[in-house]
Structures are given as structure tokens and as C-alpha cells.
């Protein structure tokens, strides 16, 4: 029988991080530093680096390696850093990959699904891989992603439970997008050290009603510290957890527009010198009616973020 180790992550709320880039290309570290500063003055609880969201499929492998290592350093311990950041199609590149985000100082290191086995590949393949990736990433935590990019291959409750007995993975950022379904996940690692965070918006109150241990997603590149408040009240102001949640799920169908452009946009409405250049998207095609969505979903924000300070002052 397994010794369960205890989770040392941080439950709450764990951005899924963009990667900015100058004109010509070149990660902006200067930018990143601020936007690493950012996400911590907003009161997230972690910091997911080198993942999608950070366009990890379109960075070199030394990219990855120096962002993941930046991140760590930046944060300076005060919140902790995870890294994904394994793309290739070999398992033994992959083992390659995932050692070196190993020795970048992260707190844990995430597997990301679909890259154990192909589509019409069987949960045995699956499992067979990750034995072989734990065996060569020793003494690291794991966490898994079910990375929807190049297909999403989300884990049956069976498999994450023999994940969970591995004494090995600690996070889960689920995109399964359904409630009884996180249910179930839920079910199958209760009691043991691995702690499930959504990745969707629209689903996050009942998911925490349920144990979800936090939030990771998109949208916590747009205003993470109403997230933030969404945890810390869900379960002592339920009234006003149902009018937040109501705006932040509605406000995550921008999700669709042209991420992570907009999202880069949006950033710069904060006040943070983030170009709109990524590898993924031609900025160009965000058009002037997404930019004004993206001004206006700036300006509710700052509505909902005004209430809570007169709540916090107790003038209303």
C-alpha cells in the first residue's frame, strides 16, 4: 500500500500564463517581469507557466526552460511556480523536456495528456508512458493537464485514480467543462493528495461546491482577484457568489474571440507593457469591435472591483 504524501500546493486560483513578445519575436522578459508582479498583486495562489496559454507548442526548448526558470526566480517564493512544457511526440524527447523543467526550481512539473498516448490510443498506452516519465523525473511532484491542443484527452475517473495512487500527482487543471463529470473525479481521488482545479468559468461555483480545490484558466489573464473573491466568499456569501459568478461566466465567452491577442490587449488596459505579438494568433486580426468588448469587459471589471472596496470599507 502507498505512502500518500501530503499535497503541498497552494488551493485557489492559478493563471494559466501568456508569454509576451517583442515585434521581432523575442520573449520580453521585461514585460514578463511586470506581468509576473501583476498576477501577484492580484492575490493569485500560484502561477502555471509554460503551459498553452503561454504558446509552449510555438517556444524553443531553451525558451521554455529560461521562461520557466525566470517565472521561479520572479516570484521569489511568494507564490509557488508550475511548468508544463513537454510537446514533443517521443516519449524519450519528452523525457528530455520534462527533466529540464525539473531543474528549472518549479514546484511541480505537469504532464500534459494528450502527449502520453495518441486519440485512438488505449488508457493502458496512457499509463504505461507515465510510468515510464515518472520513473525519469524523479523526485518532483506531478501534475496533469488535459491540454485540449492538438486534441483533448480528458482523464476517466479510473485513470485518475491510479494516478492518484502513484503518490506522485498533486494537480489536476481539468477542461472537461461539465459538472458531473467533475463529480466523479472528485470521487475518485478523495483522500488522497491529488486536488482538481477548473479550467472553465462557467461550471467554477458548482465545481467548488462540489471540492474543486481552486480555479485555473484563461480568464484569470483578464481580472484573477475576481476569482480570487469568488473562492474566498462561495461558501459564506452565497448571494453574492451567484451574482459573480454570473458575470464571470458570461464574461468568459470572450475566451472565443481571438485569444491570447486580446488577452495581451487587455493587459495593456491594465497598464502593463504587453505587445499584442504572439506566435498563434496574427494580432491584426483582432478588429476594432473586439477591441471595444475587451474595453468594456475592462470597464465592468473595474465596476465589480470598485464594489469590493466600498464592501472591504464598509460604506455600503
Not at 20 to 32: G, I, Q, R, W
Not at 139 to 160: A, H, Q, T, V
Not at 177 to 204: F, M
Not at 207 to 224: Q, T, W
Amino acid at each position: 500500500m502507498n505512502i500518500q504524501p501530503e499535497n503541498t500546493m497552494n488551493k485557489g486560483v492559478w493563471p494559466t500564463m501568456i508569454t509576451p513578445f517583442t515585434d521581432s519575436n523575442e520573449v520580453d522578459y521585461a514585460a514578463l517581469e511586470q506581468l509576473v508582479e501583476w498576477y501577484i498583486r492580484q492575490g493569485v495562489n500560484g502561477l502555471f507557466a509554460v503551459c498553452q496559454s503561454s504558446e509552449m507548442f510555438f517556444l524553443t526548448l531553451e525558451e521554455r526552460r529560461q521562461i520557466a526558470r525566470f517565472v521561479v526566480e520572479q516570484a521569489k517564493g511568494r507564490v509557488p511556480v508550475i511548468a508544463s512544457g513537454h510537446v514533443s511526440d517521443s516519449i524519450v524527447d519528452q523525457i528530455t523536456e520534462l527533466q529540464m523543467m525539473a531543474s528549472t526550481g518549479v514546484q511541480a512539473v505537469v504532464l500534459v495528456s494528450n502527449r502520453l498516448a495518441a486519440a485512438e490510443d488505449s488508457d493502458d498506452v496512457w499509463k504505461a508512458n507515465a510510468e515510464k516519465l515518472l520513473q525519469e523525473v524523479p523526485d518532483i511532484p506531478f501534475g496533469l493537464y488535459e491540454c485540449p491542443y492538438p486534441y483533448k484527452r480528458l482523464l476517466p475517473p479510473e485513470l485518475l485514480g491510479w494516478c492518484a495512487d502513484t503518490g506522485r500527482f498533486q494537480f489536476l487543471k481539468d477542461t472537461c467543462c461539465d459538472t458531473e463529470q467533475i463529480g466523479r473525479k472528485l470521487n475518485a481521488v478523495r483522500n488522497r493528495p491529488l486536488q482538481l482545479y477548473n479550467a472553465n468559468s462557467a461550471t467554477l461555483l458548482e465545481s467548488l461546491k462540489l471540492g474543486v480545490h481552486g480555479y485555473s484558466g484563461i480568464m484569470a489573464n483578464f481580472h484573477p482577484d475576481l476569482y480570487v473573491r469568488l473562492l474566498e466568499i462561495h461558501d459564506r456569501l452565497p448571494e453574492e457568489a451567484e451574482r459573480l459568478q454570473a458575470f464571470l461566466g458570461l464574461a468568459s465567452v470572450i475566451e472565443n474571440q481571438l485569444y491570447p491577442v486580446n488577452a495581451k490587449y487587455y493587459l495593456q488596459l491594465e497598464g502593463l507593457p504587453v505587445g499584442l505579438h504572439t506566435r498563434t494568433k496574427n494580432k491584426a486580426l483582432l478588429t476594432y469591435s473586439n477591441c471595444r468588448e475587451v474595453e468594456q469587459l475592462y470597464a465592468l471589471t473595474q465596476q465589480y472591483r470598485e464594489q469590493y472596496e466600498h464592501l472591504k470599507k464598509g460604506s455600503v
